[in-house]
């Protein structure tokens, strides 16, 4: 089955710069890659995903790189803010509808 | 339009007493999910509906797990007897049935599990 590592599992940067998470999959046939924000005490929530046809995809301050070779996705935040401190999971859907997650990464935003 | 919501949004139970989790789903969403998230670790998938059918439940850890889709709209998954090791956070998730959209699902709020 499907393996998702996902790192680092704690980020802390400064407000205003970037943050940075990665996770790799070891399904090549895996075919779609979301990601979900989870806020202290709230649901998971999807912001952003993209589809291995495509190799990056962004949504204002949000952006995804998607590399099929190596198996590996990333998740880029440009000009943090404090309201981006969150639980942070990758998730990679298998040809069976499955989804597996990363273990997720805690961001804190420092004001 | 209502959330995936989820009942009861903690449980406190002793090891081997009965629970029962329900999930209601985004209204017309046919997939329904569930997963458990032990603390500092992922999201682990436990099992799929399609409407009332179970697609795939190779996620669920033993016998003592028991879910249901009767209907085709809630879902209830129930642990008989429960373990130490069964606590942790139960989410659900819902999404469409088609081709794209069936990929995004939607979360539930969660039931927190305790057992001990």
């Known amino acids: 089955g499907e393996n998702v590592e996902q790192h680092p599992s704690t980020l802390s940067v400064q407000e205003g710069d970037s943050a940075v998470i990665k996770c790799t999959y070891s399904?090549?046939?895996?075919?779609?890659f979301p990601w979900y924000k989870q806020e202290l005490g709230k649901r998971p929530q999807l912001i952003i995903d993209?589809?291995?046809?495509?190799g990056e995809k962004k949504d204002q301050r949000i952006a995804v790189t998607l590399n099929k070779t190596a198996k590996h996705f990333s998740l880029h935040i440009t000009e943090t803010q404090p309201e981006d401190s969150a639980v942070y999971f990758c998730?990679?859907?298998?040809?069976?509808?499955?989804?597996?997650f990363g273990t997720g990464t805690s961001l804190t935003v420092i004001p | 339009e209502a959330g995936v919501t989820q009942f009861p949004s903690h449980s406190v139970i002793e090891k081997g007493q009965t629970v029962t989790l329900r999930c209601d789903p985004i209204?017309?969403?046919?997939?329904l999910y569930w997963y458990r998230r032990v603390m500092g670790k992922e999201i682990k998938f436990l099992l799929h509906?399609?409407?009332?059918?179970?697609?795939?439940e190779s996620g669920m850890p033993n016998n003592r797990f028991l879910a249901e889709r009767t209907g085709g709209t809630y879902s209830t998954l129930k642990v008989q007897p429960a373990e130490l090791e069964d606590s942790g956070v139960y989410f659900c998730?819902?999404?469409?049935?088609?081709?794209?959209?069936?990929?995004?699902?939607?979360f539930g709020p969660g039931t927190r599990l305790t057992v001990t």
């Open positions: 399904d090549s046939a895996s075919n779609y």
């Open positions: 509906f399609v409407k009332e059918s179970k697609q795939d």
């Open positions: 998730a990679a859907k298998s040809t069976g509808n499955q989804f597996y």
């Open positions: 993209i589809r291995s046809n495509v």
């Open positions: 209204s017309g969403h046919d997939n």
């Open positions: 998730a819902s999404s469409s049935l088609g081709t794209l959209s069936s990929y995004e699902q939607y």
